[in-house]
């Protein structure tokens, strides 16, 4: 049973990186796309980027610019760090593992992160 | 980038009514298209992939079908635990988008 779990800090200021990483057990990074989404508090899922086993990255265009996203396939972790944090940003975090043809299957509890002065 | 719009934004139904929710497409996304259900505080769980392939473990009484830029979600017979907010979640081109979200209500 594949299992996904966000860790990181849980409150960063204002103008700061938001970092966060997602730990991956019971199965292989190979062959598969893994994601990031967030949810602002009472709001709807927005799809933040991917990348592959490669390293091979895609990003959202609101964000574009702020956002990285990183894969250690040693560790088997994949990372998310988005740059110039504001209020905005205040979300859970959650990470994902998608396939070609097969989305966004298994998903991480979810991490809630604030951004704040 | 493809828009995907989803509508109702909100729906109150009664327990055993049938029910669909749209999403359409600003651009061909052939069958690219899956949906989620999410309640409160709880992981997003994915319920139809592909537009209409079925998630294991999914009641049948959840069905998707559509292709190109029209895609219906539909429950045939609601059940008290279907009340959630649904998303679909289009996945043919990156960027990926999601829609706005579904609130389905008791009525």
């Known amino acids: 049973q594949v299992q996904l779990q966000e860790w990181g800090a849980g409150l960063v200021k204002t103008s700061e990186t938001l970092s966060l990483t997602c730990s991956v057990s019971?199965?292989?990074?190979?062959?598969?796309?893994w994601s990031w989404i967030r949810q602002s508090p009472g709001k709807g899922l927005e799809w933040i980027g991917d990348i592959n086993y490669s390293g091979t990255a895609n990003y959202s265009p609101s964000l574009k610019g702020r956002v990285t996203i990183s894969i250690d396939t040693s560790a088997k972790q994949f990372s998310l760090n988005l740059n110039s944090a504001t209020a905005a940003d205040t979300a859970v975090y959650y990470c994902?593992?998608?396939?070609?043809?097969?989305?966004?299957?298994?998903w991480g509890q979810g991490m809630l992160v604030a951004v704040s002065s | 980038d493809i828009q995907v719009t989803q509508s109702p934004s909100s729906l109150s139904a009664s327990v055993g009514d049938r029910v669909s929710i749209t999403c359409r497409a600003s651009?061909?996304?052939?069958?690219?298209l899956a949906w989620y259900q999410q309640k409160p505080g709880k992981v997003p769980k994915r319920l139809i992939f592909?537009?209409?392939n079925l998630e294991s473990g999914v009641p049948p009484r959840f069905s998707g079908r559509g292709s190109g830029t029209e895609f219906t979600l539909t429950i045939s017979s609601l059940q008290p635990e279907d009340f959630a907010t649904y998303y679909c979640l289009q996945h043919n081109r990156y960027p990926f988008s999601f829609g706005q979200g579904t609130v389905l209500e008791i009525k």
């Open positions: 592909g537009s209409s």
């Open positions: 019971g199965g292989f990074l190979t062959g598969f796309y």
């Open positions: 994902s593992r998608g396939r070609w043809l097969s989305p966004l299957d298994y």
């Open positions: 651009q061909d996304i052939r069958n690219g």
